[in-house]
T-cell receptor, first 110, second 116 residues
Framework: RKEVEQDPGPFNVPEGATVAFNCTYS??????FFWYRQDCRKEPKLLMS???SGNEDGRFTAQLNRASQYISLLIRDSKLSDSATYLC???????????FGRGTSLIVHP | GAVVSQHPSRVICKSGTSVKIECRSL??????MFWYRQFPKQSLMLMAT?????????EQGVEKDKFLINHASLTLSTLTVTSAHPEDSSFYIC????????????FGEGSWLTVV
């Protein structure tokens, strides 16, 4: 089983739609979780950290489910500019070494 | 957020030659830097973890003699691809961890390497 798994998509949604991605991780000792956004042929950029209690930043909501070992990202009112690949990042259990999922591709169309 | 600069952004080299990529943290001291490689439509694959002043820790399957990593200062790490071959062509990207900000990492802009 891979350390971090994501559905590669693509998720093809109209503007204004709500879309959610999940990411599962294998190491129950992992403590730090993040969502990054990567545009084509560019470096990843931090979108948001994921906290145990869940957190929201504008149209973006991240949640952590430790029991089932997954994190989620919810995007409300999708914009064309949200089109990108969303990378789930989980630090290896007991360390600060980040492990990346392969990313979920989102395409928002008019 | 913290700024990480990577250079060169693009490089083309001949098969058999060596290429050096630099990664600099511009406004903070990075005790740890990470080097990744990403093939098209694939995830970032961690190659090695680089700690200032010590030898890099390589991931399984990554040849340490081929991918030389040096982290001589708190603001600079270098990756040298030695005796490059066409299959080494990829997107190489570094990231740095700010020691006092928990586990957030910041990425350099990445380097596109093409070996012809």
């Amino acid at each position: 089983r891979k350390e971090v798994e994501q559905d590669p998509g693509p998720f093809n949604v109209p503007e204004g739609a709500t879309v959610a991605f999940n990411c599962t991780y294998s190491n129950s000792a992992s403590q730090s979780f993040f969502w990054y956004r990567q545009d084509c042929r560019k470096e990843p950029k931090l979108l948001m950290s994921v906290y145990s209690s869940g957190n929201e930043d504008g149209r973006f909501t991240a949640q952590l489910n430790r029991a089932s070992q997954y994190i989620s990202l919810l995007i409300r009112d999708s914009k064309l500019s949200d089109s990108a690949t969303y990378l789930c990042v989980v630090n290896r259990g007991g360390s600060y070494i980040p492990t990346f999922g392969r990313g979920t591709s989102l395409i928002v169309h008019p | 957020g913290a700024v990480v600069s990577q250079h060169p952004s693009r490089v083309i080299c001949k098969s058999g030659t060596s290429v050096k990529i630099e990664c600099r943290s511009l406004d903070f001291q990075a005790t740890t830097m990470f080097w990744y490689r990403q093939f098209p439509k694939q995830s970032l694959m961690l190659m090695a973890t680089s700690n200032e002043g010590s030898k890099a820790t390589y991931e399984q399957g990554v040849e340490k003699d081929k991918f030389l990593i040096n982290h001589a200062s708190l603001t600079l790490s270098t990756l040298t691809v030695t005796s490059a071959h066409p299959e080494d062509s990829s997107f190489y990207i570094c990231s740095a961890r700010t020691g006092d900000s928990g586990n957030t990492i910041y990425f350099g802009e990445g380097s596109w390497l093409t070996v012809v």
